[in-house]
């Protein structure tokens, strides 16, 4: 677990002055911790029987499509509105100033699939509560747990996900 936080960096000020932004691209680019991650959250999955992993525009694609090749199954894109081509189900959600949307295709699962959503830190926690809503508010299927990279525990994101199942391979 060090040995995967070493490889988080810390970008004071960005976006903007007061974030701690947590920049997992040294992670990425170092072929063991990429591994480690995939191979742990493969083995937390692997009896799921997993049908779909939903990955979380754009970080999240990255880990929810390794993790679906580990797993044999599929995955489904969850993006900020206006990119999906097909149609969409939308949620909206309110940030710190103003308000962002999430959406989904409409065809994105079949009933009774089990599925794991994926994304790579749980901050607030705004925006995976809505990813929550647009998976069991419009579809009939198991969520079987959401699974973040890095959770940043000061910012209290789990309480905004209701009674979801929650892991996350790194707490700061
Ligand atoms: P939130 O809705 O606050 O949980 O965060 C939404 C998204 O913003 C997360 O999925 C992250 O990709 C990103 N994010 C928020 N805060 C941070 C941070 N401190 N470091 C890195 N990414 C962050």
Request: a negative charge.
């Amino acid at each position: 677990m060090e040995t995967l936080k070493s490889v988080i960096r810390d970008i004071p000020d960005f976006p903007k002055e007061g974030i701690i932004f947590k920049d997992i691209t040294p992670l990425l680019s170092n072929p063991v911790s990429f591994k480690k991650v995939i191979d742990t959250l493969k083995t937390r999955y692997k009896d799921n029987r997993i049908d779909q992993v939903v990955g979380v525009e754009a970080r999240g694609f990255v880990f929810a499509s390794a993790l679906a090749y580990a797993l044999d199954c599929g995955v489904v894109m969850v993006r900020k509105p206006g990119k999906l081509p097909y149609k969409t189900f939308q949620e909206t959600y309110s940030l710190e100033y103003g308000e962002d949307s999430v959406e989904i295709h409409q065809d994105a699962f079949k009933k009774g699939q089990n599925v794991v959503i994926i994304d790579d830190v749980l901050a607030t926690g705004g925006t995976l509560a809505a990813c929550i809503d647009l998976v069991n508010k419009n579809f009939e299927v198991n969520l079987i747990e959401v699974g973040f990279l890095i959770e940043l525990d000061f910012l209290k994101g789990r309480q905004k996900l209701g009674n979801v199942s929650i892991y996350s391979i790194m707490h700061f």
